[in-house]
């Protein structure tokens, strides 16, 4: 049975601070690695990776896939308010369109 | 918006009841899926459709109902739900082919069963 999982569950930081949010996954024949922020009820697209140690950015945002350990992070820099949400990681299969997801890091960002 | 909708947006239902949630995508995109996602609990997969044609049906309950008339909307029947069927149900799209897409997701029904 394909898995994901999230460390650490939650974690609250001051705005300024650097965060980094770790996904492991074991998903038989693996394409990709999605990343995913959820703020309220709609999941909205970061990132998806295919590629090892190539690192993907997005402003503020990074990540990086490593496919030999099985594992993918999520960097935030210089952390706003705004930041604060559900960060979700999926593994992707190369047939079909089913996503097993993990069950989140909830992020909270003080003023 | 992000190209999904779903309604109602917010649902109170009894265990009697009987009620539909709907879905309507306008991207283009030729799969469609339900997840349910309860607290501290990972997104579950519920149900996939691919071409208007169920591919997907994880074990759930025969009280969940899936609907796919066309590729374009996707509805979630329900009926004689349970109080631990109360949970944030998620519809998402994508396109079909030989590469893995990312999903985009509607904003979700909230529904609880009293």
């Known amino acids: 049975e394909d898995k994901v999982v999230q460390s650490p569950l939650s974690l609250v930081v001051h705005e300024g601070d650097t965060v980094t949010l770790n996904c492991s996954y074991e998903v038989t024949n693996f394409r990709s690695l999605l990343w995913y922020k959820q703020e309220k009820k709609a999941p909205t697209f970061l990132f998806m990776l295919?590629?090892?140690?190539i690192e993907k950015k997005s402003g503020r945002l990074s990540s990086i896939l490593d496919k030999k350990e099985l594992f993918s992070i999520l960097n935030i820099t210089a952390t706003q308010t705004g930041d604060s949400a559900v960060y979700l990681c999926?593994?992707?299969?190369?047939?079909?369109?089913?996503?097993?997801f993990g069950g989140g890091t909830r992020v909270l960002v003080k003023p | 918006e992000t190209g999904v909708t779903q309604t109602p947006r917010h649902l109170v239902m009894g265990m009697t009841n009987k009620k539909s949630l709907k879905c309507e995508q306008h991207?283009?995109?030729?799969?469609m899926y339900w997840y349910k996602q309860s607290a501290k609990k990972p997104l579950e997969l519920m149900f996939v459709y691919s071409l208007e044609e169920r591919v997907e049906n994880n074990s759930v309950p025969s009280r969940f109902s899936p609907e796919c008339p066309n590729s374009s909307h996707l509805f979630l029947h329900l009926h004689t739900l349970q109080p631990e069927d109360s949970a944030l149900y998620l519809c998402a799209s994508s396109p079909t082919g030989p590469r893995h897409y990312g999903y985009t997701f509607g904003s979700g029904t909230r529904l609880t069963v009293v």
């Open positions: 999926a593994g992707g299969k190369a047939a079909g369109n089913k996503l097993t």
């Open positions: 295919t590629s090892s140690g």
């Open positions: 991207l283009g995109h030729n799969a």
